[in-house]
């Protein structure tokens, strides 16, 4: 109970930040940023964000709108993705884009996007700029890798990669990356800092991917197969694909490649994705990547903050 509050704690104070960065200039804007703040999201990046400040003992006051920041990255580009997806739901409410239309969620994404790197760039640190600003390109590059690869069965492993790196490792690593910049750690240090926040953003979005397939959208609160239904060759997919023999492979690749999956097809993917024991392979392979990010945090003195970072961890898998 105790951790449960702290975590309240924290998140009410990136809400409440978040508040006073978004400016309403206009009434449909006021709609977009009460959704925004209260979509019931994780806030995982800017927490990750405040428990790393915790570890390197940060007394720079910033780490609340740095983190502020990396949240308003985030809501941005799932208001773009919603788009590019046509996802009705997310997080178990109506998309922006269903509530008001694709022109006015692309726009807002925009939007918010403008009020983050606004209060970042008051913030007079150049450092923190330049790699918020290459965080804007990687999730640029990722969503035209990912729509260039959409329904081709030519993906590879190491092209999936490149789009989930971009898509959520980026940013997650900038939040890590961030918190040494405050620190005043050298180079080589924040290399480490920023390393363990790709490969956070990595587990999280392969996790994010297993929910795809695996939990229906009341537990998840996205769209069950929604990734499926747009013909995304995601993680899950493509270690079913190297399971697979000649000739059941060629089926998948067919069912992706078609314009439109109907019951049949939803049927097929889910049968195979058990017949192959997928989920269970899956979990023993997120288990084994989140025990080696413990023992990086296994550095840091045993404190509260450590343990609710490693609850947190725990989660994932």
């Keep these: 109970m105790k951790s449960n509050f702290k975590i309240q ?7 409440k930040n978040l508040d006073s960065i978004i400016h309403e200039d206009i009434p449909i804007l006021k709609k977009i940023k009460k959704q925004v703040i209260t979509s019931g999201g994780k806030r995982i990046r ?23 920041v990396a949240e308003l990255i985030h809501a941005a580009s799932l208001l773009h993705d919603d788009v ?9 409410k109506p998309t922006i884009g269903a509530s008001f239309g694709n022109k006015t969620a692309i726009l807002a994404g925009d939007y918010l996007l403008a009020c983050g790197i606004s209060r970042l760039n008051s913030l007079g640190n150049p450092e923190l700029m330049e790699i918020f600003s290459q965080v804007l390109r990687d999730l640029s590059v990722s969503e035209l890798l990912q729509m260039e690869w959409e329904k081709n069965p030519k993906i ?7 789009i989930i790196y971009g898509k959520t490792a980026s940013l997650f690593g900038v939040c890590t990356e961030a918190a040494a910049i405050l620190a005043n750690k050298s180079k080589a240090e924040r290399k480490q ?40 060759f ?12 000649i000739i059941e492979r060629s089926k998948l690749n067919r069912m992706f490649q078609k314009e439109f999956r109907d019951e ?18 899956l979990h023993k392979e997120l288990e084994l990547e989140k025990n080696d990010l413990l023992l990086f945090l296994n550095q840091f003195p045993k404190t509260e903050e450590r343990e609710l970072f490693i609850e947190q961890l725990n989660r994932l898998t």
Excluded at 46 to 68: E, I, R, T
Excluded at 156 to 162: A, C, R, V
């Design 264 to 281: 049949n097809d939803e049927k097929t993917i889910l049968n195979l994705m058990n017949s192959k024991n997928i989920p269970n392979i």
């Design 84 to 92: 590019v997806d046509n996802a009705p739901i997310r997080r178990g």
């Design 193 to 232: 800092f920023r390393q363990f926040g790709v490969r956070l953003g990595k587990l999280f979005q392969k996790k994010d991917d297993c929910l795809d397939y695996f939990e229906d959208s009341k537990t998840s609160g996205k769209e069950f197969l929604k990734d499926f239904k747009n013909g995304l």
């Design 46 to 68: 800017p927490f990750a964000h405040y428990l790393f400040c915790q570890f390197l003992d940060v007394k720079d006051v910033s780490w609340l709108d740095v983190g502020s």
């Design 156 to 162: 590879t492993l190491k092209i999936y990669d490149q």
């Design 9 to 15: 704690t924290i998140l009410s104070k990136f809400d």
């Design 234 to 245: 995601t993680y899950p997919v493509l270690l079913l694909r190297s399971k697979l023999n």
